[in-house]
């Protein structure tokens, strides 16, 4: 199983995983379910935690598509390589783009997304 299919294995079985504001895994439901459990999430910690991040990264993309805007960016760190751009388009898709940091520009970013995001806009 990835990473998605884990998380939603374990809240199929009432694991309930979640970040602490450190980054860190957290997880709660029937102590016997969580016991069964710990192995796997020991095994897979790393992926499931990365799992989480894009998850909460996509909420937060979601909810500011939900006041209005045609489109939404957000870079949490620039300073990472690559940097992750995760990218939400009104009633088309949310996304995230792994670019080089050397290539990285936020401007041309939201350029590049403004002009297509326009034209397609304008098409329907």
Same mark, same amino acid.
């Given at each position: 199983?990835?990473?998605?299919?884990?998380?939603?294995?374990?809240?199929?079985?009432?694991?309930?995983?979640?970040?602490?504001?450190?980054?860190?895994?957290?997880?709660?439901?029937?102590?016997?379910?969580?016991?069964?459990?710990?192995?796997?999430? $020991?095994?897979?910690?790393?992926?499931?935690?990365?799992?989480?991040?894009?998850?909460?990264?996509?909420?937060?993309?979601?909810?500011?598509?939900?006041?209005?805007?045609?489109?939404?960016?957000?870079?949490?760190?620039? $300073?990472?390589?690559?940097?992750?751009?995760?990218?939400?388009?009104?009633?088309?898709?949310?996304?995230?783009?792994?670019?080089?940091?050397?290539?990285?520009?936020?401007?041309?970013?939201?350029?590049?997304?403004?002009?297509?995001?326009?034209?397609?806009?304008?098409?329907?």
């Amino acid at each position: 199983m990835n990473a998605e299919e884990l998380v939603n294995a374990a809240d199929f079985d009432g694991v309930r995983l979640a970040l602490t504001t450190e980054g860190e895994l957290r997880y709660s439901g029937n102590a016997e379910i969580v016991k069964e459990w710990l192995p796997t999430l $020991k095994e897979n910690k790393a992926a499931i935690v990365t799992e989480l991040h894009q998850k909460c990264r996509h909420a937060k993309i979601l909810a500011m598509l939900g006041d209005g805007r045609r489109y939404a960016v957000m870079v949490e760190n620039d $300073k990472t390589d690559p940097v992750i751009a995760t990218v939400g388009i009104q009633g088309i898709a949310t996304f995230e783009l792994a670019i080089p940091r050397h290539s990285y520009d936020g401007m041309v970013l939201l350029e590049l997304i403004e002009k297509h995001y326009g034209e397609n806009y304008a098409n329907t």
